[in-house]
Protein backbone atom coordinates (compact mmCIF):
# COMPACT_ATOMS: atom_id res chain seq x y z
CA UNK A 1 0.00 0.00 0.00
CA UNK A 2 1.48 3.42 -0.76
CA UNK A 3 0.72 6.07 1.67
CA UNK A 4 -2.55 6.66 2.62
CA UNK A 5 -4.65 6.27 -0.74
CA UNK A 6 -7.73 7.60 0.60
CA UNK A 7 -6.09 10.94 1.07
CA UNK A 8 -6.62 11.62 -2.90
CA UNK A 9 -9.70 10.56 -2.93
CA UNK A 10 -12.41 13.26 -3.87
CA UNK A 11 -14.57 12.64 -0.23
CA UNK A 12 -11.72 13.00 1.51
CA UNK A 13 -10.27 16.10 0.36
CA UNK A 14 -13.43 17.45 0.32
CA UNK A 15 -13.49 16.76 4.51
CA UNK A 16 -10.32 18.17 4.99
CA UNK A 17 -10.86 21.38 3.23
CA UNK A 18 -14.40 21.75 4.80
CA UNK A 19 -13.16 24.12 7.40
CA UNK A 20 -11.49 26.29 5.02
CA UNK A 21 -12.38 29.90 4.39
CA UNK A 22 -13.80 30.12 1.50
CA UNK A 23 -13.88 33.37 -0.90
CA UNK A 24 -16.95 34.55 -0.24
CA UNK A 25 -17.28 34.61 3.54
CA UNK A 26 -15.95 37.66 4.45
CA UNK A 27 -19.10 39.00 2.72
CA UNK A 28 -21.17 39.76 5.42
CA UNK A 29 -18.59 41.37 7.67
CA UNK A 30 -18.19 43.91 4.65
CA UNK A 31 -21.63 44.55 4.04
CA UNK A 32 -21.76 45.22 8.17
CA UNK A 33 -19.07 47.43 8.06
CA UNK A 34 -20.41 48.99 4.75
CA UNK A 35 -24.27 49.70 6.18
CA UNK A 36 -22.72 51.30 9.50
CA UNK A 37 -21.51 53.88 6.97
CA UNK A 38 -23.94 53.98 4.56
CA UNK A 39 -26.91 54.02 7.10
CA UNK A 40 -26.13 56.20 9.72
CA UNK A 41 -29.62 56.95 10.58
CA UNK A 42 -30.60 52.96 10.89
CA UNK A 43 -28.06 52.03 13.20
CA UNK A 44 -30.93 51.14 15.79
CA UNK A 45 -32.01 48.69 13.35
CA UNK A 46 -28.92 47.45 12.47
CA UNK A 47 -28.21 46.72 16.11
CA UNK A 48 -31.32 44.49 16.37
CA UNK A 49 -30.36 42.71 12.90
CA UNK A 50 -26.57 41.84 14.60
CA UNK A 51 -28.76 40.78 17.76
CA UNK A 52 -30.70 38.51 15.96
CA UNK A 53 -27.90 36.98 14.20
CA UNK A 54 -26.12 35.79 16.91
CA UNK A 55 -29.49 34.86 18.78
CA UNK A 56 -30.31 32.70 15.62
CA UNK A 57 -26.97 31.45 15.37
CA UNK A 58 -27.25 30.02 19.05
CA UNK A 59 -30.14 28.40 17.68
CA UNK A 60 -28.76 27.06 15.07
CA UNK A 61 -25.85 25.28 16.69
CA UNK A 62 -28.62 22.86 18.49
CA UNK A 63 -31.25 22.60 15.86
CA UNK A 64 -28.96 22.84 12.55
CA UNK A 65 -26.39 20.71 13.65
CA UNK A 66 -27.35 18.48 16.61
CA UNK A 67 -31.04 18.08 15.73
CA UNK A 68 -32.70 19.22 19.11
CA UNK A 69 -36.24 21.00 17.88
CA UNK A 70 -37.03 23.51 20.86
CA UNK A 71 -39.32 25.97 21.03
CA UNK A 72 -37.86 27.52 24.15
CA UNK A 73 -35.02 28.97 23.38
CA UNK A 74 -36.01 32.38 24.25
CA UNK A 75 -35.25 30.98 27.61
CA UNK A 76 -31.54 31.28 27.67
CA UNK A 77 -31.93 34.75 25.74
CA UNK A 78 -34.57 35.99 28.61
CA UNK A 79 -31.60 34.86 31.03
CA UNK A 80 -29.23 36.39 29.39
CA UNK A 81 -30.71 39.28 29.30
CA UNK A 82 -32.65 39.75 33.43
CA UNK A 83 -28.59 38.93 34.20
CA UNK A 84 -27.20 41.58 32.52
CA UNK A 85 -30.62 44.10 33.67
CA UNK A 86 -31.01 43.05 36.93
CA UNK A 87 -27.06 43.62 37.54
CA UNK A 88 -27.23 47.42 36.14
CA UNK A 89 -30.81 48.16 38.13
CA UNK A 90 -29.97 47.45 41.01
CA UNK A 91 -26.41 49.51 40.94
CA UNK A 92 -24.19 45.95 41.50
CA UNK A 93 -22.58 45.79 38.04
CA UNK A 94 -22.93 47.74 34.50
CA UNK A 95 -19.21 46.73 32.93
CA UNK A 96 -20.56 45.78 29.64
CA UNK A 97 -18.17 42.92 28.76
CA UNK A 98 -17.96 41.65 31.83
CA UNK A 99 -21.45 41.57 32.35
CA UNK A 100 -21.84 39.60 29.00
CA UNK A 101 -19.54 37.25 30.18
CA UNK A 102 -22.07 37.11 33.54
CA UNK A 103 -24.76 36.65 31.36
CA UNK A 104 -23.29 34.04 29.19
CA UNK A 105 -22.49 31.83 32.39
CA UNK A 106 -25.73 32.02 33.82
CA UNK A 107 -27.57 31.25 30.88
CA UNK A 108 -25.09 28.08 30.12
CA UNK A 109 -26.05 27.12 33.87
CA UNK A 110 -29.95 26.85 32.95
CA UNK A 111 -28.94 25.19 29.35
CA UNK A 112 -26.61 22.77 31.68
CA UNK A 113 -29.27 21.97 34.35
CA UNK A 114 -32.66 22.18 32.20
CA UNK A 115 -29.96 20.22 29.03
CA UNK A 116 -29.16 17.62 31.80
CA UNK A 117 -32.56 16.22 32.04
CA UNK A 118 -34.38 17.08 29.20
CA UNK A 119 -32.30 15.97 26.69
CA UNK A 120 -33.15 12.35 27.61
CA UNK A 121 -36.05 12.57 26.39
CA UNK A 122 -37.44 13.19 22.73
CA UNK A 123 -39.62 14.13 19.70
CA UNK A 124 -42.90 16.08 21.44
CA UNK A 125 -41.70 15.41 25.02
CA UNK A 126 -38.63 17.38 24.39
CA UNK A 127 -40.47 19.92 22.33
CA UNK A 128 -43.16 20.61 25.54
CA UNK A 129 -39.89 20.57 28.24
CA UNK A 130 -38.51 23.35 26.15
CA UNK A 131 -41.80 24.94 25.63
CA UNK A 132 -42.71 24.46 29.88
CA UNK A 133 -39.44 25.50 30.86
CA UNK A 134 -39.51 29.12 29.33
CA UNK A 135 -42.91 29.07 30.59
CA UNK A 136 -41.63 28.56 33.80
CA UNK A 137 -38.96 30.99 33.60
CA UNK A 138 -41.22 33.68 31.92
CA UNK A 139 -43.95 33.36 34.63
CA UNK A 140 -41.05 33.29 37.57
CA UNK A 141 -39.84 36.69 36.00
CA UNK A 142 -43.46 38.12 35.81
CA UNK A 143 -43.85 37.22 39.67
CA UNK A 144 -40.36 38.25 41.49
CA UNK A 145 -41.63 42.07 40.06
CA UNK A 146 -39.17 43.29 42.58
CA UNK A 147 -36.09 41.97 41.20
CA UNK A 148 -37.12 41.78 37.44
CA UNK A 149 -39.73 44.59 37.41
CA UNK A 150 -42.44 41.60 36.62
CA UNK A 151 -45.09 42.73 33.91
CA UNK A 152 -43.27 46.26 33.25
CA UNK A 153 -39.52 44.68 32.72
CA UNK A 154 -36.66 47.14 33.63
CA UNK A 155 -35.98 50.26 32.10
CA UNK A 156 -33.02 53.08 32.24
CA UNK A 157 -30.95 50.96 32.43
CA UNK A 158 -27.53 52.11 33.84
CA UNK A 159 -24.43 50.70 31.65
CA UNK A 160 -21.46 51.93 32.08
CA UNK A 161 -19.17 53.15 29.04
CA UNK A 162 -17.12 50.85 26.67
CA UNK A 163 -13.27 50.40 28.15
CA UNK A 164 -14.48 53.58 29.95
CA UNK A 165 -14.70 55.50 27.26
CA UNK A 166 -17.41 55.21 24.38
CA UNK A 167 -21.10 55.87 25.75
CA UNK A 168 -24.00 53.83 24.92
CA UNK A 169 -26.20 56.43 23.56
CA UNK A 170 -29.69 55.33 23.24
CA UNK A 171 -30.71 57.57 20.00
CA UNK A 172 -27.20 57.23 18.51
CA UNK A 173 -26.36 53.69 18.60
CA UNK A 174 -23.22 53.91 16.73
CA UNK A 175 -21.61 52.36 20.18
CA UNK A 176 -23.94 49.53 20.07
CA UNK A 177 -23.52 48.73 16.58
CA UNK A 178 -19.68 47.91 16.37
CA UNK A 179 -19.84 46.70 19.99
CA UNK A 180 -22.80 44.25 18.87
CA UNK A 181 -20.40 43.42 15.53
CA UNK A 182 -17.58 42.60 17.32
CA UNK A 183 -19.37 40.38 19.74
CA UNK A 184 -20.76 38.83 16.88
CA UNK A 185 -17.73 37.80 14.78
CA UNK A 186 -16.22 36.68 18.42
CA UNK A 187 -19.01 34.52 18.88
CA UNK A 188 -19.38 33.72 15.01
CA UNK A 189 -16.13 32.29 14.95
CA UNK A 190 -16.24 30.23 17.94
CA UNK A 191 -19.30 28.71 16.77
CA UNK A 192 -17.73 28.04 13.23
CA UNK A 193 -14.34 26.47 14.68
CA UNK A 194 -16.86 24.24 17.04
CA UNK A 195 -19.17 23.09 13.80
CA UNK A 196 -15.92 22.10 11.73
CA UNK A 197 -14.38 19.97 14.98
CA UNK A 198 -14.69 16.66 15.41
CA UNK A 199 -17.03 17.28 18.15
CA UNK A 200 -19.42 19.74 15.53
CA UNK A 201 -18.93 16.62 13.40
CA UNK A 202 -20.76 14.00 16.02
CA UNK A 203 -23.05 16.23 16.43
CA UNK A 204 -24.26 16.37 13.03
CA UNK A 205 -23.93 12.53 13.47
CA UNK A 206 -26.17 12.17 16.21
CA UNK A 207 -28.74 14.45 14.04
CA UNK A 208 -28.31 12.18 11.06
CA UNK A 209 -28.97 9.02 13.02
CA UNK A 210 -29.02 8.47 16.65
CA UNK A 211 -29.10 4.90 16.69
CA UNK A 212 -25.76 4.51 15.22
CA UNK A 213 -23.94 6.81 17.19
CA UNK A 214 -23.73 5.12 19.95
CA UNK A 215 -22.91 2.24 18.53
CA UNK A 216 -19.84 3.71 17.14
CA UNK A 217 -18.30 4.90 20.61
CA UNK A 218 -19.96 8.41 20.78
CA UNK A 219 -21.23 9.73 23.97
CA UNK A 220 -24.00 10.84 22.65
CA UNK A 221 -26.13 12.43 25.71
CA UNK A 222 -23.03 14.17 26.69
CA UNK A 223 -22.38 15.59 23.81
CA UNK A 224 -25.71 16.78 23.31
CA UNK A 225 -25.59 18.54 26.68
CA UNK A 226 -22.26 20.21 26.16
CA UNK A 227 -23.90 21.69 22.62
CA UNK A 228 -27.02 22.69 24.42
CA UNK A 229 -24.68 24.40 27.40
CA UNK A 230 -22.97 26.38 24.35
CA UNK A 231 -25.53 27.53 22.73
CA UNK A 232 -27.49 28.56 25.08
CA UNK A 233 -24.29 30.83 26.31
CA UNK A 234 -24.34 32.12 22.98
CA UNK A 235 -28.07 32.88 23.52
CA UNK A 236 -27.42 34.30 26.85
CA UNK A 237 -24.89 36.58 25.56
CA UNK A 238 -27.17 37.89 22.26
CA UNK A 239 -29.91 38.67 25.47
CA UNK A 240 -27.41 40.57 27.20
CA UNK A 241 -26.08 42.23 24.63
CA UNK A 242 -29.55 43.05 23.56
CA UNK A 243 -30.27 44.24 26.94
CA UNK A 244 -27.73 46.91 26.76
CA UNK A 245 -27.63 48.05 23.36
CA UNK A 246 -31.45 48.93 24.28
CA UNK A 247 -31.09 49.45 27.72
CA UNK A 248 -33.79 48.16 29.44
CA UNK A 249 -35.50 44.19 29.78
CA UNK A 250 -39.46 42.88 30.14
CA UNK A 251 -41.25 39.69 29.46
CA UNK A 252 -40.89 39.36 25.99
CA UNK A 253 -37.08 38.29 26.01
CA UNK A 254 -38.83 35.25 27.64
CA UNK A 255 -41.36 34.96 25.55
CA UNK A 256 -42.80 32.22 22.54
CA UNK A 257 -43.05 34.64 20.30
CA UNK A 258 -39.28 35.60 20.36
CA UNK A 259 -38.63 31.84 20.43
CA UNK A 260 -40.82 31.34 17.43
CA UNK A 261 -39.79 33.74 15.61
CA UNK A 262 -35.83 32.98 15.97
CA UNK A 263 -36.49 29.57 14.69
CA UNK A 264 -38.68 31.28 11.57
CA UNK A 265 -35.54 33.35 10.74
CA UNK A 266 -33.04 30.17 11.32
CA UNK A 267 -35.61 28.18 8.81
CA UNK A 268 -36.16 31.20 6.70
CA UNK A 269 -32.31 31.25 6.17
CA UNK A 270 -31.70 27.85 5.93
CA UNK A 271 -30.40 25.91 9.39
CA UNK A 272 -27.11 23.74 9.57
CA UNK A 273 -25.54 26.53 7.46
CA UNK A 274 -23.86 29.02 9.72
CA UNK A 275 -24.65 31.70 7.39
CA UNK A 276 -28.43 31.08 7.55
CA UNK A 277 -28.80 33.12 10.72
CA UNK A 278 -27.44 36.05 8.72
CA UNK A 279 -29.70 35.78 5.80
CA UNK A 280 -32.59 34.70 7.36
CA UNK A 281 -32.20 37.26 10.21
CA UNK A 282 -31.99 40.12 7.31
CA UNK A 283 -34.82 38.72 5.09
CA UNK A 284 -37.07 38.55 7.68
CA UNK A 285 -36.31 42.02 9.66
CA UNK A 286 -36.34 43.83 6.64
CA UNK A 287 -39.50 42.85 5.36
CA UNK A 288 -41.22 42.93 8.97
CA UNK A 289 -39.88 46.57 9.68
CA UNK A 290 -41.16 47.40 6.21
CA UNK A 291 -44.19 45.21 5.96
CA UNK A 292 -45.13 45.17 9.78
CA UNK A 293 -45.41 49.17 10.66
CA UNK A 294 -47.76 49.76 7.33
CA UNK A 295 -49.87 46.57 7.89
CA UNK A 296 -49.27 44.52 11.04
CA UNK A 297 -51.92 41.92 9.59
CA UNK A 298 -50.76 41.43 6.37
CA UNK A 299 -47.38 41.17 7.32
CA UNK A 300 -48.61 37.97 9.66
CA UNK A 301 -50.88 36.31 6.85
CA UNK A 302 -47.63 36.90 4.51
CA UNK A 303 -45.35 35.29 7.40
CA UNK A 304 -48.10 32.04 8.01
CA UNK A 305 -48.06 31.33 4.80
CA UNK A 306 -44.48 32.03 3.87
CA UNK A 307 -43.96 29.35 6.75
CA UNK A 308 -46.13 26.76 5.23
CA UNK A 309 -44.52 27.57 2.00
CA UNK A 310 -41.34 26.57 3.26
CA UNK A 311 -42.76 23.64 5.52
CA UNK A 312 -43.72 22.44 2.04
CA UNK A 313 -42.20 23.09 -0.09
CA UNK A 314 -37.88 24.43 0.60
CA UNK A 315 -36.85 22.97 3.57
CA UNK A 316 -33.55 24.62 3.38
CA UNK A 317 -34.55 27.76 3.73
CA UNK A 318 -33.27 30.49 1.19
CA UNK A 319 -29.70 29.02 1.05
CA UNK A 320 -31.14 25.68 0.47
CA UNK A 321 -32.54 27.14 -2.42
CA UNK A 322 -29.50 28.98 -3.58
CA UNK A 323 -27.35 25.89 -3.28
CA UNK A 324 -29.67 23.99 -5.44
CA UNK A 325 -29.42 26.65 -7.79
CA UNK A 326 -26.16 27.18 -8.04
CA UNK A 327 -25.61 23.21 -8.53
CA UNK A 328 -28.47 23.22 -11.56
CA UNK A 329 -26.26 26.15 -13.12
CA UNK A 330 -24.29 24.26 -16.55
CA UNK A 331 -21.17 26.14 -15.29
CA UNK A 332 -20.62 24.29 -12.18
CA UNK A 333 -22.20 20.87 -13.20
CA UNK A 334 -19.72 20.86 -15.55
CA UNK A 335 -16.67 21.87 -13.43
CA UNK A 336 -17.22 18.96 -10.64
CA UNK B 1 -66.25 25.01 44.75
CA UNK B 2 -64.61 22.39 42.57
CA UNK B 3 -67.32 22.56 40.27
CA UNK B 4 -65.69 25.38 38.33
CA UNK B 5 -62.48 23.80 37.83
CA UNK B 6 -64.25 20.77 36.92
CA UNK B 7 -66.21 22.59 34.08
CA UNK B 8 -62.82 24.08 32.54
CA UNK B 9 -61.44 20.90 33.05
CA UNK B 10 -64.22 19.53 30.45
CA UNK B 11 -63.82 22.31 28.01
CA UNK B 12 -60.20 21.52 28.05
CA UNK B 13 -61.00 18.04 27.19
CA UNK B 14 -63.40 18.31 24.63
CA UNK B 15 -60.84 20.43 22.63
CA UNK B 16 -57.89 18.55 23.57
CA UNK B 17 -58.73 15.21 22.79
CA UNK B 18 -59.02 15.56 19.12
CA UNK B 19 -55.46 16.85 19.01
CA UNK B 20 -54.13 13.41 21.41
CA UNK B 21 -56.02 10.65 19.08
CA UNK B 22 -54.08 12.55 16.03
CA UNK B 23 -50.74 12.89 17.55
CA UNK B 24 -51.67 9.77 18.91
CA UNK B 25 -52.02 8.03 15.33
CA UNK B 26 -49.52 9.79 13.23
CA UNK B 27 -47.27 11.38 15.47
CA UNK B 28 -47.96 14.51 14.20
CA UNK B 29 -46.69 17.72 16.23
CA UNK B 30 -50.23 19.82 15.11
CA UNK B 31 -49.63 23.20 16.93
CA UNK B 32 -52.74 24.77 14.94
CA UNK B 33 -55.39 22.64 16.95
CA UNK B 34 -56.27 25.60 19.00
CA UNK B 35 -56.88 27.24 15.66
CA UNK B 36 -59.55 25.17 14.78
CA UNK B 37 -60.98 25.34 17.98
CA UNK B 38 -60.99 29.12 17.78
CA UNK B 39 -63.02 29.28 13.95
CA UNK B 40 -64.83 26.90 15.72
CA UNK B 41 -65.73 29.41 18.40
CA UNK B 42 -65.61 32.17 15.85
CA UNK B 43 -68.57 30.30 13.77
CA UNK B 44 -70.16 29.66 16.60
CA UNK B 45 -70.33 32.93 18.17
CA UNK B 46 -71.35 34.82 14.70
CA UNK B 47 -74.35 31.81 13.73
CA UNK B 48 -76.04 33.10 16.80
CA UNK B 49 -75.42 36.34 16.45
CA UNK B 50 -75.77 36.37 12.60
CA UNK B 51 -78.04 34.56 11.87
CA UNK B 52 -79.84 34.11 15.31
CA UNK B 53 -79.52 30.28 15.60
CA UNK B 54 -80.47 29.02 19.41
CA UNK B 55 -77.48 27.97 21.37
CA UNK B 56 -77.35 24.03 20.13
CA UNK B 57 -78.06 24.55 16.35
CA UNK B 58 -75.36 27.03 16.30
CA UNK B 59 -72.90 24.13 18.57
CA UNK B 60 -73.46 22.03 15.98
CA UNK B 61 -73.24 24.03 12.75
CA UNK B 62 -69.88 25.39 14.19
CA UNK B 63 -68.39 21.77 14.31
CA UNK B 64 -69.64 20.32 11.15
CA UNK B 65 -68.61 23.47 9.45
CA UNK B 66 -65.24 23.33 11.35
CA UNK B 67 -64.60 19.18 10.44
CA UNK B 68 -65.39 19.93 6.45
CA UNK B 69 -62.61 23.05 6.72
CA UNK B 70 -59.84 20.62 8.58
CA UNK B 71 -61.05 17.91 5.97
CA UNK B 72 -59.90 20.36 3.54
CA UNK B 73 -56.29 21.25 5.02
CA UNK B 74 -55.93 17.62 6.27
CA UNK B 75 -56.27 16.34 2.56
CA UNK B 76 -54.46 19.38 0.54
CA UNK B 77 -51.74 20.00 3.29
CA UNK B 78 -51.22 18.33 6.16
CA UNK B 79 -51.30 14.53 4.43
CA UNK B 80 -47.76 16.16 2.40
CA UNK B 81 -45.87 16.02 5.82
CA UNK B 82 -47.08 13.49 7.49
CA UNK B 83 -43.56 11.64 7.26
CA UNK B 84 -41.68 14.99 7.23
CA UNK B 85 -39.40 15.34 9.92
CA UNK B 86 -40.61 17.01 13.37
CA UNK B 87 -39.35 20.68 12.25
CA UNK B 88 -41.52 20.78 9.35
CA UNK B 89 -44.13 20.11 10.96
CA UNK B 90 -43.72 22.23 14.21
CA UNK B 91 -43.03 24.97 11.24
CA UNK B 92 -45.79 24.34 9.19
CA UNK B 93 -48.59 24.29 11.75
CA UNK B 94 -47.44 27.40 13.48
CA UNK B 95 -47.20 29.29 9.92
CA UNK B 96 -51.27 27.70 9.35
CA UNK B 97 -51.97 28.99 13.28
CA UNK B 98 -50.24 32.52 11.88
CA UNK B 99 -52.86 32.61 8.98
CA UNK B 100 -55.57 32.01 11.15
CA UNK B 101 -55.17 34.44 13.05
CA UNK B 102 -54.48 37.32 10.33
CA UNK B 103 -57.91 36.17 9.18
CA UNK B 104 -60.00 36.33 11.67
CA UNK B 105 -58.41 39.40 12.96
CA UNK B 106 -58.64 40.92 9.00
CA UNK B 107 -62.39 39.22 8.79
CA UNK B 108 -63.57 40.65 12.39
CA UNK B 109 -61.01 42.53 13.98
CA UNK B 110 -58.87 42.16 17.11
CA UNK B 111 -61.93 42.27 19.35
CA UNK B 112 -62.47 39.40 21.97
CA UNK B 113 -65.87 38.27 21.18
CA UNK B 114 -68.62 37.75 23.49
CA UNK B 115 -70.61 34.65 23.85
CA UNK B 116 -74.15 35.57 24.71
CA UNK B 117 -75.78 32.02 26.51
CA UNK B 118 -79.50 31.68 26.18
CA UNK B 119 -81.49 32.48 29.38
CA UNK B 120 -82.03 28.98 30.03
CA UNK B 121 -78.09 29.11 30.88
CA UNK B 122 -77.95 32.08 32.56
CA UNK B 123 -77.92 32.14 36.33
CA UNK B 124 -77.98 30.01 39.05
CA UNK B 125 -79.24 26.03 39.67
CA UNK B 126 -80.54 24.05 42.75
CA UNK B 127 -78.66 21.43 42.98
CA UNK B 128 -79.96 20.21 46.36
CA UNK B 129 -76.80 20.55 48.22
CA UNK B 130 -75.54 24.38 46.93
CA UNK B 131 -76.38 26.62 44.65
CA UNK B 132 -74.31 26.81 41.08
CA UNK B 133 -74.00 28.23 37.91
CA UNK B 134 -76.15 26.66 35.33
CA UNK B 135 -73.75 26.98 32.68
CA UNK B 136 -70.77 25.00 34.88
CA UNK B 137 -73.45 22.19 35.06
CA UNK B 138 -74.16 21.88 31.88
CA UNK B 139 -71.27 22.31 30.69
CA UNK B 140 -69.95 19.42 33.37
CA UNK B 141 -72.77 17.18 32.07
CA UNK B 142 -72.40 18.05 28.46
CA UNK B 143 -68.79 16.65 29.23
CA UNK B 144 -69.92 14.02 30.78
CA UNK B 145 -71.98 12.78 28.17
CA UNK B 146 -69.13 13.36 25.64
CA UNK B 147 -67.00 11.40 27.46
CA UNK B 148 -69.00 8.14 27.62
CA UNK B 149 -69.65 8.75 23.94
CA UNK B 150 -66.35 8.61 23.18
CA UNK B 151 -65.42 6.17 25.03
CA UNK B 152 -68.14 3.85 24.17
CA UNK B 153 -67.25 4.78 20.31
CA UNK B 154 -63.28 3.93 21.16
CA UNK B 155 -64.15 0.99 22.76
CA UNK B 156 -66.86 -0.88 21.19
CA UNK B 157 -66.63 0.05 17.92
CA UNK B 158 -64.94 -1.16 14.92
CA UNK B 159 -63.49 1.98 13.89
CA UNK B 160 -62.68 2.68 17.54
CA UNK B 161 -60.67 -0.36 17.69
CA UNK B 162 -58.78 0.04 14.48
CA UNK B 163 -58.01 3.70 15.77
CA UNK B 164 -56.73 1.74 19.05
CA UNK B 165 -54.96 -0.82 16.92
CA UNK B 166 -53.33 1.87 14.73
CA UNK B 167 -52.30 3.94 18.03
CA UNK B 168 -50.63 1.01 19.43
CA UNK B 169 -48.43 -0.23 16.03
CA UNK B 170 -49.66 1.52 13.12
CA UNK B 171 -47.24 -0.72 11.03
CA UNK B 172 -48.44 -4.02 12.36
CA UNK B 173 -52.00 -2.28 11.85
CA UNK B 174 -51.65 -1.11 8.03
CA UNK B 175 -50.69 -4.54 7.39
CA UNK B 176 -54.05 -5.95 8.58
CA UNK B 177 -55.23 -3.92 5.92
CA UNK B 178 -56.55 -1.02 7.82
CA UNK B 179 -56.57 2.00 5.48
CA UNK B 180 -54.73 4.41 8.25
CA UNK B 181 -54.98 7.37 6.07
CA UNK B 182 -58.79 7.82 5.83
CA UNK B 183 -59.17 6.75 9.64
CA UNK B 184 -56.72 9.53 10.02
CA UNK B 185 -58.64 11.89 7.62
CA UNK B 186 -62.09 10.83 9.69
CA UNK B 187 -60.38 10.88 12.95
CA UNK B 188 -58.63 14.56 11.82
CA UNK B 189 -62.18 15.84 10.94
CA UNK B 190 -63.84 14.73 14.07
CA UNK B 191 -61.22 15.57 16.29
CA UNK B 192 -61.00 19.22 14.60
CA UNK B 193 -64.84 19.48 15.30
CA UNK B 194 -64.31 18.47 19.01
CA UNK B 195 -62.34 21.36 19.42
CA UNK B 196 -64.65 23.86 17.44
CA UNK B 197 -67.34 22.35 19.87
CA UNK B 198 -64.72 23.38 22.54
CA UNK B 199 -63.76 26.85 21.49
CA UNK B 200 -67.82 27.35 21.70
CA UNK B 201 -68.63 26.17 24.91
CA UNK B 202 -65.71 27.52 26.41
CA UNK B 203 -65.77 30.86 24.85
CA UNK B 204 -67.60 32.25 27.81
CA UNK B 205 -64.24 32.04 30.08
CA UNK B 206 -61.91 31.09 28.12
CA UNK B 207 -63.15 34.39 25.78
CA UNK B 208 -62.55 34.32 21.98
CA UNK B 209 -60.16 36.48 20.29
CA UNK B 210 -57.81 35.95 17.38
CA UNK B 211 -54.59 35.71 19.64
CA UNK B 212 -56.71 31.96 21.25
CA UNK B 213 -54.68 29.17 19.67
CA UNK B 214 -51.30 31.22 21.36
CA UNK B 215 -52.72 31.69 24.30
CA UNK B 216 -54.08 28.36 25.30
CA UNK B 217 -51.85 26.16 23.18
CA UNK B 218 -49.65 25.34 26.19
CA UNK B 219 -52.32 23.97 27.74
CA UNK B 220 -53.96 22.22 25.05
CA UNK B 221 -50.06 20.43 25.06
CA UNK B 222 -49.97 19.70 28.35
CA UNK B 223 -53.39 18.13 28.38
CA UNK B 224 -51.97 15.71 25.54
CA UNK B 225 -48.47 15.38 27.15
CA UNK B 226 -49.63 14.66 30.78
CA UNK B 227 -52.80 12.76 29.27
CA UNK B 228 -50.82 10.61 26.88
CA UNK B 229 -51.04 10.38 23.17
CA UNK B 230 -53.92 8.47 21.89
CA UNK B 231 -55.72 8.10 24.71
CA UNK B 232 -58.95 9.40 25.55
CA UNK B 233 -59.71 8.44 29.29
CA UNK B 234 -56.14 9.50 29.69
CA UNK B 235 -56.93 13.15 28.07
CA UNK B 236 -60.13 13.03 30.23
CA UNK B 237 -58.11 12.95 33.60
CA UNK B 238 -55.27 14.88 33.00
CA UNK B 239 -57.86 17.70 31.76
CA UNK B 240 -59.79 17.48 34.80
CA UNK B 241 -56.63 17.05 36.85
CA UNK B 242 -55.16 20.56 35.29
CA UNK B 243 -58.69 22.09 35.33
CA UNK B 244 -58.87 21.67 38.84
CA UNK B 245 -55.48 22.46 39.80
CA UNK B 246 -55.27 25.75 37.73
CA UNK B 247 -58.65 26.82 39.70
CA UNK B 248 -57.99 25.76 42.34
CA UNK B 249 -54.25 27.65 42.26
CA UNK B 250 -55.53 30.38 40.85
CA UNK B 251 -57.97 31.45 43.46
CA UNK B 252 -56.02 30.95 46.54
CA UNK B 253 -52.52 31.61 45.22
CA UNK B 254 -53.55 33.85 42.70
CA UNK B 255 -49.55 35.08 41.94
CA UNK B 256 -47.55 31.50 41.51
CA UNK B 257 -50.77 29.31 40.07
CA UNK B 258 -49.38 28.94 36.97
CA UNK B 259 -45.71 28.52 37.60
CA UNK B 260 -46.89 25.75 39.82
CA UNK B 261 -48.35 23.75 36.44
CA UNK B 262 -45.91 24.52 34.57
CA UNK B 263 -42.95 23.15 37.34
CA UNK B 264 -45.71 20.34 38.12
CA UNK B 265 -45.72 19.71 34.04
CA UNK B 266 -41.85 19.20 34.06
CA UNK B 267 -41.18 16.58 36.88
CA UNK B 268 -43.93 14.67 35.55
CA UNK B 269 -42.97 14.19 31.77
CA UNK B 270 -39.34 13.60 33.16
CA UNK B 271 -40.95 10.94 35.47
CA UNK B 272 -43.15 9.37 32.70
CA UNK B 273 -42.34 10.54 29.11
CA UNK B 274 -45.17 9.03 27.87
CA UNK B 275 -47.51 10.57 29.78
CA UNK B 276 -49.09 9.64 33.42
CA UNK B 277 -51.85 7.38 31.59
CA UNK B 278 -50.03 6.54 27.87
CA UNK B 279 -47.94 2.76 27.89
CA UNK B 280 -46.22 3.84 24.80
CA UNK B 281 -43.12 5.21 24.87
CA UNK B 282 -43.38 8.28 22.39
Known amino acids: MSASPGAAHPAALALARRHRLRAWEPIPWVLALAFYLAFPKHLGFGTELLVTVLFALSLDLVLGYAGIVT ?87 LIAPLFGVFEFNPLYPTTQYLYVLAVLFLCFVFVR ?23 VGAPVQARLVVCYTLSAATAGIAGGIWAQANAYVNLGT ?55 AIALFAR ?19 AS | MLLGGVAAGMVLFIVSVGLSVTMGLMGFVNLAHGG ?40 LLYARLYRAAELDQVLFTIGLVFVMIASVTLVFGPE ?7 PALQGQTNLGITQYRTYSVVLIASGIVIVVGLWLGFERTRMGAQIRAAV ?32 GLGAEFLGLDPQYPLKYLVYFLIVVAVGGLGRVTGVFYAALLIGVFDFVLKKYVPQGGTLFIYALTILLLLWRPQGLFGSKAT
Open chain 1, 254 to 308: LGLDRAATVLIILVLGGHGRLYGAFIGAAAYLALSHFLAKIYPTAWQLGLGLLLV
Open chain 2, 36 to 75: FAMLGGYAIVQAMKQAGLGFLPALLLGFVATAAVSVVFER
Open chain 2, 168 to 199: DNRRMAESLGINIDRLFTVTFALGSGMAALGG
Open chain 1, 193 to 215: TLVYSPFGQSLTGIRENLLRMPA
Open chain 1, 71 to 157: LGHAAFFGTGAYTVGMLAKHGIWNEPITSLILAALVASAVGFGSGLVLLRTRGLTLLMLTLCTMALLEEAANLGHDYTGGFDGLDNL
Open chain 1, 316 to 334: NGILGMAETLWHRLPLTRA
Open chain 2, 112 to 118: NQPLVLP
